[in-house]
């Protein structure tokens, strides 16, 4: 597929007006349900990464969070569903956000659903690995 | 330098570098397609004008929501990364996380701190203005309310951060 033109006529550069291909399946819908998934995630996210942060780096010092503060942490079942809700739901709303700067950066089709692709990928791999690592650090 | 702690460095330095790279990208096109000119001569001229004229700020506002939301998940990918190696060794856990209380990652902290505070007040705020159905006079003074408290606790909190490298 050749490159796709800008409203000039010239190749397409970063912020130019471009249609978006109208996917079939109810696109409005769906972009409700989107926008709703990021507005609950970042509400609880307030919370979940405000909440770590202030734990680790200001109540207790970074230097203080080593792996024995981890080993004490992660025997608690809390603190375990804490960690995976926040790691789930940070991964989550921020795909969720660089897909939609994809959308409005990419130059065409094959190049957004290429960086879209790497970017579900990598989302996906660091969600495996957060999993196993706390799996492995609680001694499940 | 153990080789864990460089090659952190190295991630760390790719996450900059992809933040930079990004902010370019958003900048550029924003000069290209935002509306009106940017920090020019007559940017503290436009600066001056009543509050109600500054609609402005609210453009200022997604670039900077987007650019702070693109470094913290930029972060967040190499967080889960360095948190993993506590799964294969605590002992290596703890040489890479040595790197955490040296006074440049402490600035690192701290303005990590600055971005998660922007993004997640700016954040609040435009649910705000969703649900109560803010109009934009009252949305702009919500996002000089989020500027501030920014600041405030970004400087508290960056100094709770930074004070240890430096006593």
């Known amino acids: 597929m050749s490159r796709a033109l800008g409203p000039e006529g010239r190749a397409f550069r970063g912020g130019d007006r471009h249609r978006v291909a109208a996917r079939p399946g109810g696109l409005a819908g769906r972009r409700l349900a989107a926008s709703v998934a990021v507005r609950v995630t970042g509400l609880a996210l307030a919370v979940l990464v405000l909440g770590h942060f202030t734990l680790t780096h200001i109540v207790t010092d970074v230097a203080e969070a080593d792996a024995g503060y981890i080993a004490r942490r992660w025997q608690s079942a809390l603190w375990l569903a804490w960690d995976w809700t926040m790691l789930a739901t940070a991964l989550f709303h921020g795909a969720a956000g660089v897909w939609i700067a994809v959308e409005d950066y990419s130059p065409d089709e094959p190049a957004r659903r290429r960086r879209q692709l790497v970017l579900v990928a990598v989302t996906l791999a660091l969600l495996v690995l957060g999993t196993v690592t706390l799996a492995a650090g609680s001694g499940a | ?148 408290l920014t600041v405030v606790l970004g400087a508290a909190g960056g100094a709770v951060i930074v004070a240890p490298a430096f006593a």
């Open chain 2, 1 to 148: 330098m153990p080789a864990i702690q460089l090659l952190f460095i190295a991630g760390l330095t790719a996450v900059l570098a992809g933040v930079v790279g990004f902010a370019a990208v958003v900048l550029a096109s924003a000069a290209r397609s935002g509306g009106g000119p940017h920090v020019t001569s007559g940017f503290l001229r436009r600066f001056a004008r009543p509050g109600r004229e500054r609609a402005e700020l609210h453009r200022w506002a997604f670039y900077l929501h987007r650019i702070t939301g693109f470094a913290i998940f930029a972060f967040l990918c190499l967080h889960i990364l360095d948190v993993s190696t506590y799964a294969l060794s605590p002992a290596l856990y703890d040489e890479l996380h040595g790197l955490y209380a040296t006074a440049p990652m402490r600035v690192f902290e701290a303005g990590l701190l600055v971005a998660i505070l922007f993004h997640t007040l700016n954040g609040l705020r435009l649910v705000a203005v969703d649900v109560a159905d803010m109009g934009i006079d009252a949305s702009r003074r919500a996002l000089v309310a989020v500027a501030a």
